[in-house]
C-alpha cells in the first residue's frame, strides 16, 4: 500500500489544475489568434480554443482517473 499523501500535497495538486484548464484555453486561444493573422483567416483562433479546452479536460480525466486508482 502506497503512503498516505499529506492534504497540502493533495491540494497543490487540485490548485495546479485549476490554473491548468484556463491556461491550456488561453495558450488554443493565442495560438489561434497568431496563426489566423499570420495566414489572413478568421477561423482558427476557434479550432485552437477547443483545443485548447480539451486538452485541459483531459489532463483533468487523467489526474482523477490517476487518484481514484490510488486510492483503491
Known amino acids: 500500500?502506497?503512503?498516505?499523501?499529506?492534504p497540502?500535497?493533495?491540494?497543490?495538486?487540485y490548485l495546479s489544475l485549476?490554473?491548468?484548464l484556463p491556461a491550456a484555453t488561453f495558450v488554443g486561444y493565442?495560438?489561434?489568434h497568431l496563426l489566423d493573422r499570420?495566414?489572413?483567416?478568421?477561423?482558427l483562433y476557434i479550432v485552437f480554443l477547443v483545443l485548447g479546452i480539451i486538452s485541459g479536460f483531459v489532463q483533468?480525466?487523467?489526474?482523477?482517473?490517476?487518484?481514484?486508482?490510488?486510492?483503491?
Not at 497540502?8 to 495538486?13: D, R, V
Not at 499570420?38 to 477561423?43: R, S
Not at 483533468?60 to 483503491?72: G, K, P, S, W
Open 1 to 6: 500500500m502506497p503512503p498516505k499523501r499529506s
Open 8 to 13: 497540502f500535497a493533495t491540494a497543490g495538486q
Open 18 to 20: 485549476a490554473f491548468l
Open 30 to 32: 493565442v495560438i489561434g
Open 38 to 43: 499570420a495566414l489572413g483567416t478568421n477561423f
Open 60 to 72: 483533468l480525466i487523467r489526474q482523477v482517473q490517476r487518484d481514484t486508482r490510488n486510492d483503491a
